[in-house]
């Protein structure tokens, strides 16, 4: 009677997770849907800063309006878990390091997250992320985005940029001199509105497109398998250099229109 009364048991608690999980099917956590986002200041000493961030989305931007000597956050944060611990998101900052965290496991877990950093002008960002995109604008100083799963997009900018994904796409619209740009699996489109020293563009899948502004440059590009199209001038002897390479896809090198 006992067996019967465990298998019975267990046959309910199977139907109710099936339940909890059909329940859920197609509505996922947005962030989006946070209707009262928490805002918190965080002090910064010196003139660099590192954000350190797991599955969340990420904005960040370099303003004027950003108080001098401190890093302003605004996170959105939507999820729950069926069974297991109550899902919740931590910020922390310590030196020059700010640390995003969501934690969200159990059965029938579904949590979204979304942070905007805002950051004083004159601070170089290192942005340290594991899964989540990344759109950056506004930055007069350097900027480094390493992605392991997510897109990179960058806009209105003109310090050095580094940005690497290993599985997303890059974008940027900047007037920086300096650009390099690597996915593992993802298109590169760059449009340039300032004649640069130099970029350096990788992807290991996906097509590598690159708008320039009238200059002649010192191209080399290389596709294993792709057509490569590059109609900007060229000179051999150009300060201005540029690098397009792509394992699986098109090459592109051209005016900005």
Same mark, same amino acid.
């Given at each position: 009677?006992?067996?019967?009364?465990?298998?019975? @048991?267990?046959?309910?608690?199977?139907?109710?997770?099936?339940?909890?999980?059909?329940?859920?099917?197609?509505?996922?956590?947005?962030?989006?849907?946070?209707?009262?986002?928490?805002?918190?200041?965080?002090?910064?000493? #010196?003139?660099?800063?590192?954000?350190?961030?797991?599955?969340?989305?990420?904005?960040?931007?370099?303003?004027?309006?950003?108080?001098? #000597?401190?890093?302003?956050?605004? @996170?959105?944060?939507?999820?729950?878990?069926?069974?297991?611990?109550?899902?919740?998101?931590?910020?922390?900052?310590?030196?020059?390091r700010?640390?995003?965290?969501?934690?969200?496991?159990?059965?029938?877990?579904?949590?979204?997250?979304?942070?905007?950093?805002?950051?004083? @002008? #004159?601070?170089a960002?290192?942005?340290?992320?594991?899964?989540?995109?990344?759109?950056?604008r +506004?930055?007069?100083?350097?900027?480094?985005?390493?992605?392991?799963?997510?897109?990179?997009?960058?806009?209105?900018?003109? +310090?050095?940029?580094?940005?690497?994904?290993?599985?997303?796409?890059? @974008?940027?619209?900047?007037?920086?001199?300096?650009?390099?740009?690597?996915?593992?699996?993802?298109?590169?489109?760059?449009?340039?509105?300032?004649?640069?020293?130099?970029?350096?563009?990788?992807? +290991?899948?996906?097509?590598?497109?690159?708008?320039?502004?009238?200059?002649?440059?010192?191209?080399?590009?290389?596709?294993?398998?792709? #057509?490569?199209?590059?109609?900007?001038?060229?000179?051999?002897?150009?300060?201005?250099?540029?690098?397009?390479?792509?394992?699986?896809?098109?090459?592109?090198?051209?005016?900005?229109?």
């Amino acid at each position: 009677m006992a067996r019967t009364t465990l298998s019975a @048991r267990a046959v309910l608690v199977t139907a109710a997770v099936a339940a909890l999980a059909a329940g859920a099917t197609g509505c996922g956590a947005s962030a989006a849907d946070d209707e009262h986002p928490d805002h918190r200041s965080f002090a910064l000493q #010196g003139a660099t800063l590192t954000i350190d961030s797991d599955d969340s989305a990420l904005e960040i931007v370099a303003s004027d309006a950003a108080k001098t #000597g401190a890093v302003a956050v605004t @996170r959105w944060f939507e999820g729950s878990v069926a069974v297991g611990e109550s899902p919740k998101v931590t910020w922390s900052m310590k030196d020059d390091r700010l640390t995003l965290r969501m934690h969200c496991s159990g059965v029938i877990a579904d949590c979204s997250a979304r942070h905007r950093v805002e950051v004083p @002008r #004159g601070v170089a960002v290192k942005v340290e992320d594991d899964d989540g995109s990344v759109r950056a604008r +506004g930055f007069r100083d350097a900027l480094s985005v390493h992605a392991q799963d997510g897109s990179v997009h960058v806009t209105d900018s003109s +310090g050095p940029l580094d940005l690497r994904t290993e599985d997303g796409s890059v @974008r940027a619209e900047v007037a920086s001199r300096s650009v390099r740009t690597r996915t593992e699996d993802g298109s590169v489109r760059l449009d340039l509105s300032a004649v640069p020293d130099r970029v350096d563009s990788v992807s +290991g899948d996906g097509s590598v497109t690159i708008a320039l502004p009238a200059a002649a440059y010192r191209v080399t590009t290389k596709t294993d398998d792709g #057509g490569v199209d590059v109609t900007v001038p060229r000179d051999a002897s150009s300060a201005h250099v540029v690098s397009a390479r792509t394992a699986d896809g098109k090459v592109t090198v051209g005016n900005a229109n």
